[in-house]
């Protein structure tokens, strides 16, 4: 089984709301990464948080980790149509397994 | 530098025909995967190496053959495609060597769409 499962699966907002994803995992971690997926491209990493750290910030994305609830939160302020795209966590271990995803749509 | 190459990106095969899906990277990485992708089921694990003459398998690796060639290449044989293997495969590499932790990012190319008729 998956270890990092994404809420909710889908996400519709308006340009300049601010969306909010989570993921959660079942086991213990040493770092959580984020990953964007642009509709018929791979995989583009976006930030990487470790175990030891709670909140970390790239631009307008702001990842927070709680390792006492196994999950993490991605918040994406201010969005852009250009920010439509699936969003994917993945926790570390030897085989690096994702999750299904979040499908976001930032409506102009 | 073109990252990870992933060639061809579309197929269409025959159930019972085989074929090879070819992935190159040109960053020196040293750990290289190759994951499939089906709607509403996230990234799939087939196999991984790493390390260049090392291979794993993933979650899913029923139906599949690895090469680890070089460093560089890693490739995946379907050797009797079946319906089942429609997909859109991806193959992705890392930096990281062979411990535990993966502590930075994968780099993925733009997928082979595999449809199997």
């Known amino acids: 089984s998956q270890q990092g499962e994404e809420d909710p699966q889908a996400l519709s907002i308006q340009e300049g709301e601010n969306a909010t994803m989570n993921c959660s995992y079942k086991?213990?971690?040493?770092?959580l990464q984020w990953y964007r997926q642009n509709s018929g491209r791979g995989l583009v990493h976006l930030i990487l948080?470790?175990?030891?750290?709670r909140e970390k910030h790239s631009g307008r994305l702001r990842v927070t980790l709680d390792t006492s609830k196994k999950s993490s939160s991605l918040l994406i302020t201010a969005s852009r149509a250009a920010d439509t795209a699936s969003y994917f966590c993945?926790?570390?271990?030897?085989?690096?397994?994702f999750g299904s995803g979040t499908k976001l749509n930032v409506k102009p | 530098n073109a990252g990870v190459t992933q060639t061809p990106k579309f197929q269409v095969l025959k159930t019972g025909q085989s074929m090879t899906l070819q992935c190159a990277q040109d960053?020196?990485?040293?750990?290289m995967y190759w994951y499939r992708q089906d709607p509403g089921m996230g990234l799939r694990l087939i196999y991984y190496?790493?390390?260049?003459?090392?291979?794993d398998k993933g979650e899913v690796p029923n139906g599949y053959n690895v090469s680890r060639l070089n460093k560089r290449e890693f490739s995946l044989r379907l050797e009797s495609a079946a319906p089942s293997q429609t997909s859109v495969y991806f193959c992705?590499?890392?930096?990281?060597?062979?411990?535990?932790?993966?502590?930075?990012?994968?780099?993925f190319g733009n997928g082979t769409r595999l449809t199997v008729t």
């Open positions: 992705a590499s890392s930096p990281h060597d062979r411990g535990f932790t993966i502590n930075s990012p994968l780099h």
């Open positions: 086991t213990s971690i040493n770092n």
């Open positions: 948080i470790r175990s030891n750290e």
């Open positions: 993945a926790t570390d271990s030897r085989k690096f397994y």
């Open positions: 960053m020196n990485h040293n750990s």
């Open positions: 190496s790493a390390s260049e003459g090392t291979t």
